[in-house]
């Protein structure tokens, strides 16, 4: 299946998915060294973001969240590629300087598009998404 979203910041990656309902807030809710989750109580708790293809409807929190995108690129801990219902600021920055490809506004809901577990190959330089 392949949908068409909004590009946000350019790449092209290739991962599994990792799905959330739930918004993420990357300052507090995401060790920067191990890209654990550690909000508690979060859909993804103790779960790794890094190297998936990352799906959640929104970021959530402080605007250091785009900094820590960046510290996860650095220490090798981030998501492959981000898929958004709707970017803000935090997330869209960080994606954009941590050099991580991110779509959003998908054609379509992203609860009923994506499930975890499933690959997904991220084309945010034509800004489509495919999904196997």
């Known amino acids: 299946m392949k949908v068409v979203g909004r590009?946000?910041?350019k790449g092209?990656?290739?991962?599994?998915?990792?799905?959330?309902?739930?918004?993420?807030s990357f300052?507090?809710?995401v060790d920067a060294k191990t890209g654990i989750v550690v909000e508690k109580g979060h859909?993804?708790?103790?779960?790794?973001i890094a190297g998936k293809v990352l799906v959640?409807?929104?970021g959530k929190g402080s605007t250091v969240g785009s900094y820590v995108l960046y510290q996860l690129k650095k220490n090798g801990k981030a998501p492959a590629a981000?898929?958004?219902?709707?970017?803000?600021?935090?997330?869209?920055?960080?994606a954009i300087i941590a050099e991580i490809p991110m779509l959003d506004r998908i054609e379509g809901d992203i609860n009923a598009l994506?499930?975890?577990?499933?690959?997904?190959?991220?084309n945010a330089d034509k800004g489509y998404v495919e999904v196997f």
Request: proline share 6%; aromatic share 6%; charged share 20%.
């Open 82 to 94: 981000i898929i958004c219902t709707s970017a803000e600021i935090i997330v869209a920055a960080g």
């Open 114 to 122: 994506f499930k975890s577990g499933q690959r997904a190959f991220v």
């Open 7 to 9: 590009i946000i910041s």
């Open 27 to 29: 300052l507090g809710g």
């Open 43 to 48: 859909p993804l708790e103790d779960k790794s």
């Open 12 to 24: 092209i990656a290739e991962g599994e998915v990792l799905m959330s309902k739930e918004p993420i």
């Open 56 to 58: 959640f409807p929104r």
